[in-house]
């Protein structure tokens, strides 16, 4: 038996059309699974699939996941197209740096709508199809995208970002109790510095300074990333529900 074959399988990544999200979903692919990537804007979603088709069946559904309504109409679309759904990655996330003196409610409301309600509601729709596919077993799986950032103080000014990811966390151990019994797990990963619009600003101002603080040396890779969800979502992690898995060289846990 081949532990991270994901062959057969279908999954679903929100915010596939770049960074992290379009790691995880080239991953997915190569370890067979047909995948699902979802963004805001159509267009990038097209970009993703012809990028990501020489690695396999994948598909773009764009959806706005910000809203409840968003996430029920996408769960609904991939119901049209799928019986069953083997894989959820709640990707989509927003981040807002401002200082504490000037921080607004606005920063609060749109970073916390994607961040930590969007893979709230949108697990909750897809729960139906992920539990079509799961067995006792081979779970079917969530995966969110979390951040070292949710367990450490970051230096930047980002309020509302580092609470929403520490929130996140805290939800996928809730939903792992809740939805465990059901043959779903629930797990979180917490990347590091990777190469994604939301780091460019940084990574260019700091990129060298980054990667020296790291015990690695380094800065992740698209394969860091693919390796974590293949794992996650395959036979090989199929006894993991509740964790939290920092992604980043060690800087959470060493810094």
Known sequence: MDLFDLTGKVAVVTGGSRGIGLMMARGLLQAGASVYV???????GEQAVAELSPHG???????????????????????????????????????????????????????????????????RAMV?????????????RVVNVGSIDGLHVPQLPTYSYSSSKAALHQLTRHL?????PRRITVNAVAPGPFESKMMAATLAARGDEIAASSPLGRIGRPDDMAGVVVYLSSRAGAYVTGAVIPVDGGRATTL
């Open 176 to 180: 792992a109790k809740e939805l465990g």
């Open 57 to 123: 069946r994948v598909e773009s559904i764009p959806a706005d996941v910000s809203t409840e309504a968003e996430c029920l109409r996408l769960a609904e679309e991939v119901a049209r197209r799928e019986e069953r759904v083997h894989v959820l990655v709640n990707n989509a996330g927003a981040t807002w740096g401002e200082p504490f003196e000037t921080f607004p409610a606005s920063a609060w409301d749109k970073v916390l709508d994607l961040n930590v309600k969007a893979p709230f509601f949108l697990t």
């Open 38 to 44: 979802s963004s805001r804007k159509p267009e990038a």
């Open 128 to 140: 139906p199809l992920l539990a079509a596919a799961a067995t006792d077993d081979d779970p079917a």
